[in-house]
């Protein structure tokens, strides 16, 4: 008797890291090494990937057909939201991996709150990318590193850092249409060369920060595990229990020994609703409680701090923000002000009088608005004007050198054209290709006049 064949995937069927583990990989650097091993570019699985999940709905961008509109690297892939989803659905059907939502958040999405959680950058920990390379594996991404509260790396107690350490750019993790991780996607250069990263820090606020992410490391492996199942209901009971046992029921001592107001505890009480990866350290942190455990609403192995270590972990996260004095601004000079910049010949931007009057530019868009308009408005049509002028300054360049090439009999072409204007000078033009299609059009119907 035959054995069922198995049915082939029509993606690689490319297995993910770490699963299990605190170091379990992100999507987003699954979705990377994907592409890799198709020796295609992100943008182009990408597109495939928007085309199996929805046929059309991409093809166009402002009427263009083939323009797609879709920028895979600004979704937040690996979160907890619908592109995590999606994404995750879509290539565990073509791939034929069924753990691929495990690289993800998706696991917390019912017991934690979505707002504040991932990163606003795309950071890395040098030393776990050289271990990878010394130990010859392939480097990662971690998922860990895409998790906002996390400032350091659990493993070796080193900063995250967002910026490469050779071209000092940030944003160059893998937003680009060419990703190798582990290299930097604008001067190619490793990113994990420990030496080059400097010391590891060691300081009381680096302590904290490492604790924070021992934790989340804890979370991660057992999010990124098989038997995990999160339940708000019953996290919401342990957390009612945990005030019962340490604060006699009063909610307000909890929110003091948490550092947290009063209300939100109430809040919880009365809306069961899903709680910030914040307030859940916090519970470890001051609790003595296993956060995949409150999750599942365990606490059968939960036992309480000695009184000592709580004082002493309190220090850690003080109760309330240190007071500030309410700062006065007198809005009729400061309105006066705006109208002089408004004469002015040189226009300048609502940012940079803002920082020259010490004042957050939102304040000056809500306390004099008329102003504040006026000048973006006029400092955007400067800048429109400052840069069509460049542009023609530019294409007479080219134009100019083009005639000089058709003089000598030669063909315009880059090459030429850009031994003659230099390359920055290519560069800097909008539309080089249409501006040089348009010049040696005017050229022949000139030879032929």
């Keep these: 008797m035959n054995p069922i064949p198995t049915p082939r995937s029509v993606l690689h069927a490319l297995a993910p890291i770490g699963l299990g583990t605190s170091d379990v990989e992100s999507l987003t650097s699954y979705f990377c090494r994907l592409a890799n091993s198709h020796s295609c570019s992100t943008n182009d699985l990408a597109q495939f990937v928007i085309d199996h999940i929805e046929p059309g709905r991409w093809a166009t961008y402002q009427g263009v057909e083939g323009k797609s509109r879709f920028i895979w690297h600004q979704r937040a892939i690996s979160g907890l939201g619908d592109s995590a989803l999606t994404w995750a659905s879509a290539l565990s059907e073509l791939t034929s991996q069924s753990s691929l939502h495990r690289l993800t958040l998706l696991p917390l999405q019912s017991v934690i709150a979505p707002k504040g959680l991932m990163a606003t950058q795309s950071r890395w920990c040098p030393h776990c990318l050289h271990d990878d390379l010394e130990q010859k594996k392939t480097p990662y991404f971690r998922l860990a590193w895409d998790i906002g509260l996390n400032k350091v790396c659990a493993n070796h107690r080193a900063e995250l850092i967002a910026r490469c350490p050779h071209c000092l750019q940030s944003n160059v993790r893998h937003a680009a249409a060419y990703v190798i991780p582990g290299w930097c996607t604008a001067c190619t250069q490793f990113l994990g060369y420990s030496q080059v990263c400097g010391p590891k820090r060691q300081t009381e606020k680096h302590g904290i920060e490492t604790q924070q992410a021992a934790?989340?490391?804890?979370?991660?492996?057992?999010?990124?595990?098989?038997?995990?199942?999160?339940?708000?209901?019953?996290?919401?009971?342990?957390?009612?229990?945990?005030?019962?046992?340490?604060?006699?029921?009063?909610?307000?001592?909890?929110?003091?020994?948490?550092?947290?107001?009063?209300?939100?505890?109430?809040?919880?009480?009365?809306?069961?609703?899903?709680?910030?990866?914040?307030?859940?350290?916090?519970?470890?942190?001051?609790?003595?409680?296993?956060?995949?455990?409150?999750?599942?609403?365990?606490?059968?192995?939960?036992?309480?701090?000695?009184?000592?270590?709580?004082?002493?972990?309190?220090?850690?996260?003080?109760?309330?923000?240190?007071?500030?004095?309410?700062?006065?601004?007198?809005?009729?000079?400061?309105?006066?002000?705006?109208?002089?910049?408004?004469?002015?010949?040189?226009?300048?931007?609502?940012?940079?009088?803002?920082?020259?009057?010490?004042?957050?530019?939102?304040?000056?868009?809500?306390?004099?608005?008329?102003?504040?308009?006026?000048?973006?408005?006029?400092?955007?049509?400067?800048?429109?004007?400052?840069?069509?002028?460049?542009?023609?300054?530019?294409?007479?360049?080219?134009?100019?050198?083009?005639?000089?090439?058709?003089?000598?009999?030669?063909?315009?072409?880059?090459?030429?054209?850009?031994?003659?204007?230099?390359?920055?000078?290519?560069?800097?033009?909008?539309?080089?290709?249409t501006v040089l299609s348009n010049i040696a059009a005017e050229a022949a119907n000139d030879d032929c006049a």
């Excluded at 804890?218 to 019962?244: M, V």
């Excluded at 455990?293 to 923000?321: I, M, V």
């Design 215 to 433: 934790t989340v490391s804890g979370l991660l492996s057992a999010t990124s595990g098989p038997n995990f199942l999160p339940d708000l209901e019953k996290t919401h009971d342990a957390i009612d229990t945990l005030i019962g046992q340490l604060d006699g029921g009063v909610a307000a001592h909890f929110a003091r020994r948490l550092g947290v107001r009063k209300s939100t505890v109430h809040h919880w009480k009365k809306t069961r609703s899903a709680f910030t990866l914040d307030t859940l350290l916090r519970c470890a942190f001051h609790c003595n409680a296993d956060v995949p455990a409150l999750l599942q609403g365990d606490l059968s192995n939960w036992s309480p701090l000695c009184e000592a270590r709580q004082l002493s972990l309190e220090l850690f996260y003080p109760s309330a923000a240190p007071h500030r004095n309410r700062q006065e601004h007198d809005w009729f000079a400061i309105r006066r002000r705006l109208q002089q910049e408004l004469m002015e010949s040189e226009p300048k931007s609502v940012s940079d009088i803002a920082r020259e009057l010490n004042l957050d530019e939102r304040l000056l868009y809500i306390q004099a608005t008329d102003e504040a308009r006026q000048l973006g408005e006029r400092y955007i049509r400067y800048r429109r004007a400052k840069m069509e002028s460049r542009q023609s300054e530019l294409r007479l360049q080219l134009k100019s050198a083009c005639k000089q090439i058709h003089e000598n009999g030669h063909g315009i072409s880059m090459e030429l054209v850009s031994q003659l204007v230099g390359k920055e000078t290519l560069n800097s033009v909008h539309n080089l290709y």
